[in-house]
């Protein structure tokens, strides 16, 4: 069965960058029909939906990082990124990637993003 990682986390201060990757076991991002998506839950909340994109690379973005963050994807790769520029303390989170919008049963492990002030 598919699995995803997601790696790429880490601490930074506000204003700073981080470049999140995720990498499927198998070739899925091969399937045009095939989206996927950024996701985060920070301590307390619930689990949202940060970026999405198309087997065709249409993309869609949460409000709050609409010119922040760039999603984009590597097909013959199997991977997807998200590219976080100037990150606010409200961005920690742990980051989350999965199929969109129906995404697997199993939620991997995530990568934790931390942002200080």
């Known amino acids: 069965q598919v699995q995803l990682v997601e790696s790429g986390g880490g601490l930074v201060q506000a204003g700073g960058s981080l470049r999140l990757s995720c990498t499927a076991s198998a070739s899925i991002f091969r399937i045009r029909i095939v989206a996927m998506g950024w996701y985060r839950q920070a301590p307390g909340k619930q689990r949202e939906l940060v970026a999405s994109i198309s087997g065709n690379g249409n993309t869609d973005y949460l409000d709050s990082v609409k010119g922040r963050f760039t999603i984009s994807r590597d097909n013959a790769k199997n991977t997807v990124y998200l590219q976080m520029n100037s990150l606010k303390p409200e961005d920690t989170a742990i980051y989350y990637c999965?199929?969109?919008?129906?995404?697997?049963?199993?939620w991997g492990q995530g990568t934790q993003v931390t942002v200080s002030s």
């Open positions: 999965n199929l969109y919008p129906r995404g697997l049963d199993s």
